[in-house]
């Protein structure tokens, strides 16, 4: 495998073609949930990592705001990263809080919704 660059970057591939880290500083300490801002009437979405295997985006929702039900391709880990999102999976409603994970099974639909404001990483294993 091949190594990407330190600094900025906004996009990078290894000599294999995956794609590695984009869109932050390396090897420098972070705040995931300043990487986005919040728009008002908007969702706002930062890639971090993209390629065959995972997917990392950090998210912001103003109040109101939702991704309408879909299903994806993978397991999905949502940590939310601050206020507090309601999220509906198959039939079941979670809120879900600072701090707090919840795992969405692979091809079960599911919608995000912001209850308040809230931001949250989105993790997802193909």
Do not use: W
């Not at 970057?9 to 932050?24: E, Y």
């Not at 008002?40 to 939702?66: A, C, H, P, R, W």
């Not at 979670?94 to 931001?119: C, Q, S």
């Amino acid at each position: 495998m091949g190594a990407c660059r330190a600094g900025t970057i906004t996009m990078c591939l290894r000599k294999d073609g995956q794609r590695c880290i984009k869109n932050i500083d390396k090897q420098t300490k972070l705040t995931l949930k300043e990487l986005v801002e919040y728009q008002e009437g908007q969702v706002v979405s930062k890639t971090l990592v993209q390629n065959d295997y995972v997917s990392m985006t950090i998210f912001s929702f103003d109040k109101g705001e939702e991704i309408s039900t879909h299903a994806a391709g993978g397991d999905a880990m949502v940590t939310v990263l601050e206020g507090k999102g309601r999220f509906t999976v198959g039939d079941e409603v979670f809120y879900v809080e600072e701090g707090e994970t919840l795992i969405m099974p692979k091809d079960i639909p599911h919608a995000v919704y912001g209850e308040e404001r809230f931001k949250m990483q989105l993790t997802v294993s193909f």
